[in-house]
């Protein structure tokens, strides 16, 4: 199949047997969705007032399908996060099928990013070689980092990082400052990724499309060996 995935007629055709998938912890599916800013505050307030479960996830995916592509492609990327199928085993088999188009969404993205690119490179900013050592990422560029990083962090953590939204609750209820809390996260993950914790995956992990952070902002990471 070629083209970028439709993600909002993927979603609806699917939807009768995302329902019944999703239908045994709709909550997690729902504070998930409030996390990565798939969902506003007043729809995730909405949402949280239905009373029934089955009618939740329903709301849920109504609200995606008719939203735009991109968040329609950020809730499919949800679906396939490892914790969201030790949840809800029955993905496994929906998720199956849109292996056909995990090429299709990451050309997608790759085309953003490459457009992205170009019109760096047409305003002077000249492409920085990639890091090739295996120079670990020091704590103070992981405090310069976490001062790029905005209101967003969470979605970052999820999205970038690989991060729980339990150990984000952690992170926020540990550190008050907004820069420490975003500092902590990045520690952590440096701590998991150990001897791949380098400054040049960090720079790639953040500057990811979807994951929002200026790629201009942090070229130290790949400034420097």
Not at 8 to 26: F, V, W
Not at 38 to 56: H, P, V, W
Request: aromatic share 4%; proline share 3%; glycine share 4%.
């Amino acid at each position: 199949m070629g083209g970028p995935v439709d993600g909002t007629k993927l979603i609806q055709s699917l939807k009768i047997d995302l329902i019944k998938a999703l239908g045994d912890d709709p909550d997690f599916v729902l504070q998930c969705c409030h996390t990565l800013t798939i969902l506003s505050n007043k729809e995730y307030n909405n949402i949280k007032d239905t009373c029934k479960r089955s009618e939740q996830i329903r709301d849920i995916l109504d609200y995606v399908i008719n939203k735009d592509d991109k968040c329609a492609l950020k809730f499919l990327r949800l679906l396939k996060r490892h914790d969201m199928q030790e949840t809800f085993p029955d993905l496994r088999g929906l998720l199956s099928d849109l292996s056909i188009n995990k090429r299709n969404i990451q050309e997608s993205t790759e085309t953003t990013t490459k457009r992205k690119q170009d019109l760096m490179e047409n305003n002077g900013y000249q492409k920085k070689p990639r890091m090739t050592n295996s120079r670990l990422v020091t704590e103070r560029e992981m405090m310069m980092v976490a001062r790029c990083i905005g209101n967003s962090w969470k979605e970052v953590g999820i999205t970038a990082l690989d991060m729980t939204t339990i150990i984000l609750q952690q992170i926020e209820e540990d550190n008050r400052p907004h820069t420490e809390r975003v500092f902590a996260m990045l520690r952590r993950w440096s701590m998991r990724e150990r001897d791949e914790a380098t400054p040049a995956r960090l720079y790639d992990l953040l500057t990811q499309e979807e994951n929002g952070v200026d790629p201009l902002k942090i070229n130290f990471l790949i400034g420097s060996s």
